[in-house]
């Protein structure tokens, strides 16, 4: 499988946008960095794209909040048979496309009961899980379309055009997703589409839109060229907030949004006055914007640590990728691959336990290859797994890696890594996979 580390300018993501990890989780990493790109008379950091990632949809040159609160308006009816309740749990388990695009299958983490719960042609692309694991999308043929993982059902999601990613509520059965300018959240089951800001030509870019904690809330970057950050109730219940009220004039410029794990702070990337990108951290309700990077460089694909205390990110500076990470309030930012040759590409992806980041890299963009390792935060000790594979995830626990190596089989590891990981055969090869909450 090809996976060649190309250079370009774009963001995304999550974020899937592999956002997420996370998120930014996304259409899983076989490519690394996706990039910054600034306004017109900045210089641009050079680094490297996801292939979940797409380049940012040109917005109108002005931006003006909508008077009113949103408008929401329903799909049509979906054109698949509503989905019956689950019957089973299948949270913990691999789901994964093989390389002919043939269908979903479904698998245990030790290699047990391995079923293709779906069969199915021209699968391009694996989205992320639902919150608790019961439900995950994917695209067929430029369609979206969300399956059970217990294998009782799939329902074509006929309200939104050319999807690429979406981001689950972490409380509900509904995703978000930007459909032609718009923010909709669509109802898992149903289809049904509530349209929640309209009006305002949103950049179609993984990682722009996030969930609250509660799932009341999306936060998101709005405004000409991402010149602000918005906040919108999930439900269309109250009107956009803009946070930031920069104007379309403003040299501001924000991407990246987050919310801390306890929703009392957001972060987001956005140039200093030298036009570096920096991590910005500031209260929910928009007050108290703080630096938290400083110097030279352009920092990128920040998340925060499980406890909110600490935030990783990578940093292009002196021709070079590090990940790096910083305490909230800005001190200690330490660099977590000094030990490491200078790296042409980093992604790094932090773990649930807090303890440790994983990193996927390559020192040379011109390799088709990808090492993938894990880094202790406190102790920066660096424990390679491989140098031949893609897409590393998480167990939800943080207990295990799993990533994809160049035989296109899944191995898996203990988080203190170690040399004998289990092995996960994929039928025909694995595409992508996605680890179940």
Request: glycine share 8%.
């Amino acid at each position: 499988m090809r996976r060649k580390v190309v250079l370009s300018i774009t963001w995304g993501v999550l974020f899937l946008l592999l956002s997420a990890c996370s998120v930014f989780e996304q259409e899983p990493l076989p490519t690394l960095v996706p990039v910054i790109e600034l306004p017109e008379e900045t210089a641009t950091a050079t680094a490297v794209n996801t292939t979940a990632q797409t380049s940012e949809t040109a917005v109108p040159p002005t931006f003006t909040p909508p008077a009113a609160e949103p408008v929401a308006t329903e799909a049509p009816t979906p054109t698949a048979t509503p989905i019956p309740p689950q019957t089973i749990d299948n949270r913990g388990a691999l789901v994964y496309i093989n390389s002919a695009g043939a269908g979903l299958f479904l698998t245990r983490p030790d290699g047990s009961a391995q079923t293709q719960y779906y069969a199915l042609e021209s699968v391009t692309s694996l989205l992320p899980a639902s919150f608790n694991g019961q439900r995950i999308g994917f695209v067929q043929d430029g369609q979206l379309m969300v399956a059970r993982t217990d294998g009782s059902g799939l329902g074509e999601i006929t309200a939104v055009a050319n999807p690429a990613w979406l981001i689950w509520s972490p409380t509900a059965d509904q995703f978000a997703l930007v459909d032609n300018g718009d923010l909709v959240v669509i109802q898992a089951d149903s289809g049904a589409a509530n349209r929640v800001v309209t009006g305002m030509q949103l950049a179609n870019i993984p990682g722009s839109v996030v969930w609250s904690s509660d799932g009341r809330q999306l936060l998101f970057t709005c405004g000409a060229q991402a010149t602000d950050l918005c906040r919108v109730a999930a439900d269309a219940s109250e009107a956009v907030v803009n946070l930031t009220n920069n104007g379309a004039d403003s040299f501001a410029w924000y991407r990246e949004p987050r919310w801390s794990p306890d929703g009392s702070l957001i972060s987001y990337v956005s140039p200093d006055a030298d036009k570096n990108l920096q991590l910005w951290v500031m209260n929910a309700d928009g007050s108290g914007a703080r630096q938290l990077t400083v110097g030279s460089g352009q920092s990128s694909l920040h998340q925060w640590s499980p406890d909110g205390q600490r935030l990783v990110y990578a940093l292009f500076a002196d021709n070079a990728w590090h990940a790096r990470v910083v305490n909230v309030d800005g001190t200690n930012d330490l660099d977590l691959t000094g030990g490491l040759p200078a790296l042409a590409a980093v992604v790094p992806q932090w773990g649930a336990q807090g303890a440790q980041v994983g990193l996927l890299y390559t020192a040379d963009a011109a390799v088709d290859a990808v090492s993938i390792a894990l880094v202790a935060v406190d102790g920066t000790a660096v424990t390679p797994l491989t140098d031949n594979g893609w897409q590393l995830t998480w167990s939800a626990d943080g207990q295990q890696v799993a990533y994809i190596a160049g035989d296109g089989q899944i191995y898996i590891h203990a988080a203190s890594g170690g040399d004998n990981p289990r092995i996960i055969t994929c039928e025909g090869g694995c595409k992508s996979f996605v680890w179940l909450p």
